[in-house]
């Protein structure tokens, strides 16, 4: 191997671990309004958190902040990847325009209703 493949497959290799992510824990909970989907992004702050809805896409993203006091150092690291990323895709039965989230303790919860023509409606049925 000469030293430009060496070179080049290094630089995909810092590449494609730039890229690497954890995949977080999620549950997805359907009822007849909606979807609540339950994200475990530990370490993750709200402002670490990005959250990317656009048609039927979802998209989460979170940087964990694991800060080692300056005294100390590190013998052994379990978390390599200070990342997390986990992309869905939606039903267009979803309104993505009315979706909540809340981050506590750790877990994302997001709520995203269905669309009001996916809802469903009772009929009055009228006495002729």
């Known amino acids: ?16 671990t730039s890229e690497a992510a954890l995949l977080p824990a999620v549950d997805v909970f359907e009822d007849a309004s909606g979807i609540t989907l339950l994200a475990d992004l530990p370490g993750v ?3 670490g958190l990005s959250l990317q809805l656009e048609s039927d896409s979802l998209t989460i993203e979170g940087e964990m902040r694991l800060e080692t006091p300056e005294s100390m150092e590190s ?3 379990e978390v390599r990847l200070p990342r997390y990323r986990r ?5 267009r039965e979803l309104d993505s325009e009315k979706a909540t989230a809340e981050l506590r303790n750790g877990v994302l919860t997001l709520r995203i209703p269905k669309a009001e023509h996916a809802q469903p409606r009772k009929i009055e049925i009228s006495i002729a």
């Open 1 to 16: 191997m000469n030293a430009n493949n060496s070179m080049a497959n290094q630089r995909s290799l810092e590449a494609a």
């Open 45 to 47: 702050s709200r402002e």
């Open 75 to 77: 013998n052994h690291v």
């Open 87 to 91: 992309v869905f895709a939606l039903s």
